[in-house]
DNA sequence: ATAATAGTGTCTCTCAGACACTATACC
DNA sequence: GGTATAGTGTCTGAGAGACACTATTAT
């Protein structure tokens, strides 16, 4: 789980005029948690990874039970007791993804009234970002499948439009809006490269990313100026045809320094 | 409630092969929603308001009860069964803070485990925004008072440092954080002024906020090329003097044209 | 008049965008 | 050689910062 805000000690600090009244171990151990009525909490997640050429695709999990059975949804769960929702997360992704430490990022919380027609259910939601590869070895039918985000947010299944059980498909236009809003200011965005990549390979997720070409030369200038990735020295190599003619899709012209995620500036 | 993302009609789409078993109407007629365990779901309000020479301010609570009794905390309520947590954050500006028709923002979730001593207890954070003329008409001991907020975030109450019940510091780090974070790319902060503000005004609230001096010359370009603002022609009032010698505040020089919050951009 | 603040005009520096040019690959 | 892509050098226009200057108030 990472860059989710720093966790503080919990402190409950009391006032040097204590209160009168029964001690706060003898209210805790009285205290009867059903005096208040308790809600359902679910968690869900939208692992996200990115196709310059389609755009943003994210996994989706067909339901098997009620309700909505047979509708497409986020892959979630119910939050134990002994879980924090973080930790929640990552079971999904573990459980349903079979991915781990992967970025992962507290979304939005979901809370009205009718969005689940069982019971009360509060969703908090979660996304988080893997690389394109990755994600294309996840589809293990026929729970798991991959679904592709049009925009403006028209949701496609192998060429054809559905829409997300409950409100989930709010939950991944929220998702790919935040990832959006923060690629100008923050270091997002690796984690859905290798740990190789052109700077034109870059610029692509960039551009993917914003829905609207960048200018090469800017682009490159601000990146290198930047301090977020650095040069490795390495060139891209090409794929090697064993005889024949060229594929259509062949690279051409010089090939590319490999660049990296620069390690975060020290804080000291 | 403002600037919420929209909410779309929940649809729940099935399958065209419907899979076998009992109806989605049967199964939610005799679904138990005991059948996973529940969670008390508790929504906190950093109600926040901006004094140029203090910094932020935010309303605090002072708690009655166990536990953390006679602790400060933000304000806060439990979640009914029956309302969203958008109606939970609005009843508790209501009740505590006796504030409506403020800017009000969900901030984050906060679900670890020990947060609570009492039960789990699963806290969605909000932050809202009123001008500080409103925030100190809301001192009514001894439940309500105006916490100060320092920083880097040591909590002030009339000059002496506080820590907060719970999680409640942490919370109200977050809000503020997430204020100045919004301040570069959306028109946030004309809630915390007057109708009616002068230009010199609206720079030192982005000062405060931000934490650094701006370029007078430079802000007022950029506002007023924004379309954020509009002049209204109107000049600002000096307060009148009745005999005696001015007061040491006393504003000098030539009076400043006051400005408005200009009406968002029609999305025709 | 002097002091103090509001507001304007202009210069410079920085950076994004555009374009020309060189470099290195495959054909 | 031609063609396509990678990468560099330089010009230009927009905007931020700095500074000088004018405008309007109170004392």
């Given at each position: 789980?990472?860059?989710?805000?720093?966790a503080t000690p919990g402190s409950r600090r009391i006032s040097p005029r204590m209160p009168s009244g029964p001690s706060e171990e003898a209210f805790l151990a009285s205290y009867d948690p059903t005096k208040f009525e308790r809600l359902s909490v679910?968690?869900?997640?939208?692992?996200?990874?990115?196709?310059?050429?389609?755009?943003?695709?994210?996994?989706?999990?067909?339901?098997?039970?009620?309700?909505?059975?047979?509708?497409?949804?986020?892959?979630?769960?119910f939050v134990r007791p002994r879980e924090s929702l973080d930790e929640a997360?990552?079971?999904?992704?573990?459980?349903?993804?079979?991915?781990?430490?992967?970025?992962?990022?507290?979304?939005?919380?979901?809370?009205?009234?009718?969005?689940?027609?069982?019971?009360r259910?509060i969703?908090v939601?979660?996304?988080?970002?893997?690389?394109?590869?990755?994600?294309?070895?996840?589809?293990?039918?026929?729970?798991?499948?991959?679904?592709?985000?049009?925009?403006?947010?028209?949701?496609?299944?192998?060429?054809?439009?559905?829409?997300?059980?409950?409100?989930?498909?709010?939950?991944?236009?929220?998702?790919?809006?935040?990832?959006?809003?923060?690629?100008?200011?923050?270091?997002?965005?690796?984690?859905?490269?290798?740990?190789?990549?052109?700077?034109?390979?870059?610029?692509?997720?960039?551009?993917?990313?914003?829905?609207?070409?960048?200018?090469?030369?800017?682009?490159?200038?601000?990146?290198?100026?930047?301090?977020?990735?650095?040069?490795?020295?390495?060139?891209?190599?090409?794929?090697?045809?064993?005889?024949?003619?060229?594929?259509?899709?062949?690279?051409?012209?010089?090939?590319?320094?490999?660049?990296?995620?620069?390690?975060?500036?020290?804080?000291?």
């Amino acid at each position: 789980m990472a860059r989710l805000p720093k966790a503080t000690p919990g402190s409950r600090r009391i006032s040097p005029r204590m209160p009168s009244g029964p001690s706060e171990e003898a209210f805790l151990a009285s205290y009867d948690p059903t005096k208040f009525e308790r809600l359902s909490v679910a968690v869900d997640v939208a692992l996200l990874a990115l196709d310059p050429s389609i755009g943003f695709m994210s996994l989706l999990v067909r339901r098997d039970a009620h309700p909505a059975k047979g509708a497409w949804s986020l892959p979630g769960t119910f939050v134990r007791p002994r879980e924090s929702l973080d930790e929640a997360a990552k079971r999904v992704l573990r459980d349903k993804a079979e991915t781990e430490d992967v970025y992962v990022e507290q979304l939005y919380t979901f809370g009205a009234l009718d969005r689940d027609p069982r019971t009360r259910v509060i969703s908090v939601a979660y996304y988080a970002l893997i690389q394109r590869e990755l994600m294309l070895q996840l589809v293990t039918p026929p729970t798991v499948d991959v679904g592709r985000v049009h925009e403006p947010f028209a949701i496609r299944i192998r060429g054809s439009q559905v829409e997300l059980a409950f409100d989930h498909g709010e939950m991944l236009q929220t998702a790919i809006l935040r990832v959006r809003g923060k690629l100008d200011y923050s270091p997002i965005g690796y984690e859905l490269l290798g740990d190789r990549f052109t700077l034109f390979e870059l610029q692509q997720l960039h551009e993917t990313i914003l829905g609207r070409k960048l200018n090469k030369d800017s682009f490159r200038r601000r990146m290198l100026a930047s301090g977020q990735i650095e040069p490795t020295g390495e060139l891209k190599e090409r794929a090697v045809v064993l005889g024949g003619s060229a594929p259509a899709t062949m690279e051409l012209g010089r090939p590319a320094e490999l660049y990296r995620a620069a390690p975060p500036p020290r804080p000291g």
